[in-house]
């Protein structure tokens, strides 16, 4: 079967936010503690909390490289030695599929893709620069997810689910915020793994102040998505010496190589506080962070079970299993996870239309060619796996 014949659905599509993502809507009284733009020096800098964030290069996107640019080096390839800066070629200004819905439907068709889970840009590195600020950080995604009903849509033609952002740190405004989205037909949202910073001090996501949150969720079977972005983790690098604000694309070797990843640990956090035996419904997708991480956890996983298995809730691992999608990397081993997650809990994801993702979403079955998995593999990777995730809400795990 040619490519052109396979059709997919793929986990991890991406957006480039207007310019008033985070202020059409913003309320009067938080304009000035949110986000602001602003000519500093002949530049236009994106201001949030009244400092320069320094996410991502360029938050306008008023240029951007092609996609799937750097492949060649996310597969650790780069014999030329260039820096990513340098990998990025020529920059264009952006296309009309990467702001509009209806040019992306017509991109969709072109690249034989029935659906797409859609995720932010610029948005999943806004939570951790207004941790100081927390009624402003609420305010700031209330926000933005009006902007993304209005721009997106949450269902758009049944093929482009677009995540709003919820974030814990107020769990009443997080309940508020889901059933806003779940009144608007949402499929999925996105949030970032980690510790949740509140008002009360850091928490983990089991702790009883979230229960309202996890129950409405469990409740709708709708996906919570844990997404690659700025984390709480942005905490740690400074302990080492490093640099406190993330900057995409630029990562100092020492920061590169710190072990330290926010998704094993929250998920580690969520199976060990018995999240998914009290809301047995939820079903959880983890995008854009591979799947390096699943072989170590599962290690840590078996021996603390082996251990004290009267002290958890379920085997961990079997539980993992039937609650969490993993969208591994194109460079990752896709045996090794099929036999680590099963075959039934891998999403394709091509992060379209970065940098780091692929330029034709569906070369990922180039790497499902070489990983030598049968064609129902082929299919449950490519497309069944993340269109059940957006199934109607009647239908369950």
Known sequence: MTEKQVRGFDADNHYYEALDAF?????????????????????????????INRYLANPTFDKVADPGCLEEFFRGFNPSGKQVIELFGDLEPPRPAYRDRDARLAVLDEQHL???????????????ALRDDLPAMTAAFRAFNQWLDDDWGFHYQERIFAAPYITLADPDNAVAQLRWA????????????????????????????????????????????????????????????????????RIPLMR?????????????????????????????????????WVAPLFKLLKKSYGQTAAAWPGDPIETFRRHVWVAPYYE?????????????????????????????????????????????DRDKIIRLNGASLVRPAAQVL
């Not at 659906?115 to 806004?126: A, E, Q, R």
């Not at 075959?343 to 239309?353: A, E, M, N, Q, T």
């Open 23 to 51: 202020t059409r809507h913003i309320e009067p009284q938080f304009a000035k503690r949110c986000m602001q733009w602003a000519i500093i020096d002949g530049r236009t800098r994106l201001l949030v909390g009244g400092k």
């Open 182 to 249: 779940l009144d608007r037909g949402a499929r999925v949202v996105v949030m970032a793994a980690g510790p949740i910073l509140t008002e009360a001090g850091w928490k983990a996501p089991a702790h009883p102040d979230f229960a309202p949150f996890w129950s409405l969720l469990n409740e709708s079977r709708i996906t919570l998505a844990y997404h690659a972005g700025d984390s709480a983790y942005t905490n740690l690098p400074p302990l080492w010496g490093e640099s406190a604000q993330a900057e995409a694309h």
């Open 256 to 292: 590169g190589l710190l072990s330290a990843n926010g998704v094993p640990d929250m998920m580690a956090a969520l199976l060990s506080g018995g999240i998914f035996q009290r809301y047995p419904n939820l079903r959880v997708a983890i995008i854009e962070t591979g799947a390096d």
């Open 114 to 128: 029935d659906g797409v889970l859609l995720f932010p840009t610029l948005g999943v590195g806004m939570e951790q």
């Open 332 to 376: 990752n081993d896709l045996n090794e996870v099929k036999e680590l997650v099963g075959i039934d809990r891998i999403l394709f994801g091509s992060d379209w239309p970065h940098t780091e993702g692929l330029s034709e979403p569906l070369a990922y079955l180039k790497d499902i060619e070489q990983a030598g998995l049968s064609d129902d």
